[in-house]
């Protein structure tokens, strides 16, 4: 593996492990997740002092992270920390928490979990998806719940370069749609957990159908060991509200790859069907008083500009 992806799951590793830890050794957990910064340069009865606990705790909690030691650990956050990836930051939400604090919370939980998702993606797995989406010549896109609401996404943004492609609320719908599915197809699962009997039941039936399954999702899941493809995302999260928000986030970014990647792969002519499509709703728009002659004059306007700097 990448020595930047080791650290990486490093940062993650700290993170999730936090939750499963002894109280005494939580306590150190939330003074490096805190300030991961400034623990490389701590010594051990530093850290157990900030921690308010003993030096053996401290050695217990990075044996608990499978390290050899609190040499070992610090050289470890030290090379996380180094190659970019965000402090992985105690992101638990209490009902103690201020506006500030929770604001923090949240917003940080979220640029971690996108800078995690960039260290971890796999590139050769995002290119075999995108070949198969780009050849695709029908795509389903299955999901329960606010997992639903990435497979809708994904189906308004994959519609506009012309793909056959349908996101259906309904799991029973969805099940139909996959047994309607064969070679040449595509089915993409998104789930949390990849626990949830109605997609595993849509993805088992498309690929006895021939389909070519992909699923984004956690790794180790049963969802990702069944299907032919997996976009391995698995932010942890924060079950405050018990919902997951990073997780969706990562998703849409993860959409949002598919389709750039995808709308890269077909080339510059893409660009004329995003206009007409875009041309088709302008007779909605009320801003600065322009309606769809007004908007399509001006986009002709800005386009012919455009070109004329590039020459």
């Not at 053996?56 to 044996?63: A, D, G, S």
């Not at 919370?105 to 640029?111: D, F, N």
């Not at 493809?229 to 849409?252: G, H, K, N, S």
């Amino acid at each position: 593996m990448d020595g930047a992806l080791e650290a990486a799951d490093f940062l993650a590793r700290l993170g999730s492990e936090a939750v499963r830890l002894s109280p005494s050794e939580t306590r150190v957990a939330d003074v490096v997740l805190a300030h991961p910064e400034q623990v490389p340069r701590m010594t051990l009865a530093s850290l157990a002092g900030h921690a308010g606990v003993s030096e053996p705790t401290v050695l217990r909690f990075c044996r608990s992270l499978g390290l050899d030691g609190y040499p070992h650990f610090k050289i470890e956050l030290a090379r996380a920390l180094a190659v970019g990836g965000a402090p992985y930051l105690h992101r638990e939400i209490d009902f103690g928490d201020d506006l500030a604090t929770v604001r923090h919370k949240v917003v940080q939980s979220s640029i971690n979990a996108l800078g995690t998702l960039q260290q971890s993606l796999d590139d050769a797995a995002l290119a075999a998806a995108v070949a198969r989406i780009d050849g695709a010549r029908r795509l389903e896109l299955f999901g329960v719940g606010l997992a639903n609401t990435v497979a809708s996404d994904a189906q308004q943004k994959f519609m506009r370069l012309d793909i056959n492609c349908a996101a259906r609320p309904d799991t029973h719908l969805q099940t139909m749609a996959a047994a309607t599915l064969a070679p040449g197809d595509v089915a993409i699962a998104f789930s949390y957990n990849g626990r949830i009997r109605d997609i595993l039941r849509s993805v088992r039936v498309a690929r006895e159908n021939g389909a070519f399954t992909i699923a984004v999702t956690r790794k180790g899941s049963p969802l990702a060991a069944a299907t032919d493809l997996l976009l391995d995302v698995d932010p942890p999260e924060d079950t405050f509200i018990y919902a997951p928000m990073t997780t969706r986030l990562v998703q849409l970014a993860v959409v949002d790859l598919l389709v750039i990647l995808v709308t890269q792969a077909r080339g510059p002519g893409v660009t004329a069907r995003f206009e007409h499509i875009k041309d088709s709703l302008s007779d909605q728009w009320i801003a600065d008083g322009e309606g769809s002659g007004a908007g399509k004059a001006r986009r002709r306007r800005d386009n012919g500009q455009h070109k004329g700097r590039q020459t």
